[in-house]
């Protein structure tokens, strides 16, 4: 299928006044989708015999609700179902009369499935955005008509196209492509202007191209070249205004006679229009300046396709076709940031398990030398508990049976205690119990406690408020007067 692949110019210093601004054609030619050369934006043209484009009156519905209520409005002007239709919106061509009434919208129709076929065709390929445009507003609008031109121009007549249709690709700022299909969609008529909207006579856009020149490039053993010029199938396509125009899939003999039912303009063709066509305006054109390298082929559609992307609402992706945030990522230019940061994810997770594997190596180590420890002084001292733990309650055990206090006998505790209680009124402990190796006091309400426990821990004492409940205090014998707080005395580790 053709392709070419388009640079978008930008603001240059040295550039020559009086120029358009004109893309540059960097490649072109015929290629299958996935070989075709990346880039930031993929432009499909729909051949103009495969879209309709028509008007009604759009009410204000929310999306999923007016994607099932457009078939309705454009079953009057199609000659098939239109359930299987792709119908597209397009801009409002006229004001509402209040908010919420419903507006004159352009509509655009081609079959769903074959435009699903085409994008998913292009579904391996390298770009960031995507844009799929019908051909006939792809072309540039011809400029005013002279006074002697405005009463030839026509609008265009009612007539049935050919099922035949090209997507003709067409070079945005990114490689477009193209395909050959023919879809069910039947635009049973041109749209035409009504008469409230009548308008001073627009010249039309109309380009003739060799339709079979994409299927003589994809098989080379098909000698299409040389067929008859009355033979060969040509592809028209015509603009007729703003938001009108069709496409004829017309023989030679066909394409002669259409002419005298053509609207007047300017006659656009390809190298082999021009060359064997039956239209004699294609003969006396003369070529226009040409701002940059860009073949005579391409040249109109890149005239027309910047205007018409200007215009999100004139692209045929909506509703399921639209190209969501997410697809534009383009994972291809991330891989190798990703590849990175997974490389280093995975460093930090291989450090980490192996300083883990280190340090409980290293655990076992100490643990396996503190029993060894345990053992040499206690032999007889099963390991049911950890080793310092064991190691403190038999050296306890030890001092117990020389006769020696322990830190958590009564003595030392309630020694400790008194110098830390120093500061309190001879009133103010109300009580002193001691139990497993606990010294329980109880203080009267209005004492500094926080000045008592600071000197407790000074003393080397580990004083907290006791969390008994009154009941289970009451039971041990020893509960605590009406507003008094308890605490617990322990020694210090």
Known sequence: M????????????????????????????????????????????????????????????????????????????????????????????????????ARRRLLMVTDRAWLRAVLDAFADHKHRRRHVLPAQLCLPLAPGAEPGQAADAAEATAREPVLAGELEPVPGTGPSAGTSA????????????????????QPATLVVEAAATALAQA??????????????????????????????????????????????????????????APVSALRNQRPAPRAS????????????????????????????????RADRWNLHAWRLPLALAAGVLLVQIIGMNVQWLMLRQEARRLEAAQIDILHTAFPNVPPIAEPPLLMRRQIEQLRTAS??????????????????AQQLPPDGLLQL?????????????GMDTNTLRNNARQAGLQMEEDKTPPDAAGRAGSTPPQGATRWTVKAGS
């Open 182 to 201: 023919s879809p069910s969609v039947t635009p049973s008529a041109t749209p035409a202007a009504s008469p409230d909207t009548a308008a001073p006579a």
């Open 293 to 324: 390298r860009v073949s005579e082929d391409w040249r109109i559609w890149l005239a027309g396709v910047e205007d018409c992307l200007r215009q999100p609402q004139l692209d045929l992706a909506q509703f399921e076709f639209a190209q969501g």
């Open 219 to 276: 098989d080379p053993q098909l000698d299409i070249a040389t067929m008859a010029a009355a033979d060969r199938l040509w592809q028209l396509t015509v603009r007729a205004g703003p938001y009108e125009g069709y496409g004829l899939l017309l023989g030679g003999q066909a394409l002669a006679a259409w002419q005298a039912l053509a609207p007047a303009g300017e006659w656009h063709g390809d190298r082999a229009a021009v060359a064997q």
């Open 2 to 101: 053709p392709f070419a692949l388009v640079r978008t110019p930008v603001g240059e210093k040295g550039r020559r006044t009086g120029l358009p601004d004109a893309p540059e054609l960097l490649r072109e030619g015929h290629a299958l989708a996935a070989e075709m050369p990346a880039a930031d934006r993929l432009v499909l043209i729909v051949a103009a015999s495969d879209v309709l484009l028509t008007t009604a009156r759009v009410p204000p519905l929310p999306p999923a609700r007016l994607r099932l209520a457009l078939p309705n409005l454009v079953e009057d002007v199609l000659a098939t179902d239109a359930a299987p239709c792709h119908i597209a919106l397009g801009p409002v061509l006229e004001p509402a009369a209040s908010p919420r009434a």
């Open 403 to 420: 006769g020696r206090s322990t830190p958590n006998d009564f003595l030392p505790l309630a020694d400790k205690f008194a110098l830390a």
């Open 433 to 445: 119990d001691y139990r497993a190796g606990t010294l329980y006091a109880t203080v009267k309400p």
